[in-house]
């Protein structure tokens, strides 16, 4: 079974817009990783956020962390075309990564 | 290069043949993560290598699926009398699996496998 859940599983705004993106998990965790997706192949790492951190930013994307929810939201500003992919969200526990079924973000022109 | 390799890029199969699926992780990174992608869904976790520790298993879906990494390095998923639903992408990631756990994964771009 998937240790996070990404909500909602598609998502398609204009660009230019904001997109934001959650994260549900069910364990403890050391740390949260988002990924992207581009045409169902290899996944790219984004950004990282510690379980002693609450936000981080890397440029037009910021993440946030509740560790009393046990979720997380990952927002990409000023969207762009070049945005359209699927996002994941990976929880890194004592070992393995795990990932959740990913948001299918669309950005129409 | 310097990113994780896989081979092949696509295989298609028979039903009931066996595939071997390699994959070789940046050097230098102690954690090698295999996954299964089917279209449109999200990535199911097969198996973990952590440097010299028995690996994590737990994903394999049945036991016609095993997998190797020899001396640390290279990578061999094995699926045995192939089925039709292991139609899938597998995908291959390595990290330097620090203490914390999890650190930035990289990927290969992974290896279409089609059973016919």
């Known amino acids: 079974s998937q240790q996070g859940e990404e909500d909602p599983q598609a998502l398609s705004i204009q660009e230019g817009e904001n997109a934001t993106m959650n994260c549900s998990y069910k364990?403890?965790?050391?740390?949260l990783q988002w990924y992207r997706q581009n045409s169902g192949r290899g996944l790219v790492h984004l950004i990282l956020?510690?379980?002693?951190?609450r936000e981080k930013h890397s440029g037009r994307l910021r993440v946030t962390l509740d560790t009393s929810k046990k979720s997380s939201s990952l927002l990409i500003t000023a969207s762009r075309a070049a945005d359209t992919a699927s996002y994941f969200c990976a929880t890194g526990g004592a070992q393995k990564l795990v990932f959740g079924q990913g948001t299918r973000l669309t950005i129409n022109p | 290069g310097a990113g994780v390799s896989q081979s092949p890029s696509n295989k298609v199969t028979e039903k009931g043949k066996d595939v071997e699926l390699r994959c070789d992780p940046i050097s230098g990174h102690t954690a090698l993560y295999w996954y299964r992608q089917s279209l449109g869904q999200g990535l199911e976790f097969l198996i973990y290598f952590q440097g010299n520790s028995a690996p994590d298993k737990s994903g394999l879906p049945s036991d016609r699926f095993s997998a190797e990494r020899t001396g640390g390095s290279v990578s061999t998923l094995t699926i045995q009398r192939t089925q039709q639903e292991d139609s899938a992408v597998y995908l291959c990631?390595?990290?330097?699996?620090?203490?914390?756990?999890?650190?930035?994964?990289?990927f290969g771009q992974g290896t279409r496998l089609t059973v016919v």
């Open positions: 364990t403890s965790i050391n740390n």
């Open positions: 956020i510690r379980s002693n951190e």
């Open positions: 990631a390595s990290s330097f699996g620090g203490r914390q756990g999890g650190t930035e994964a990289f």
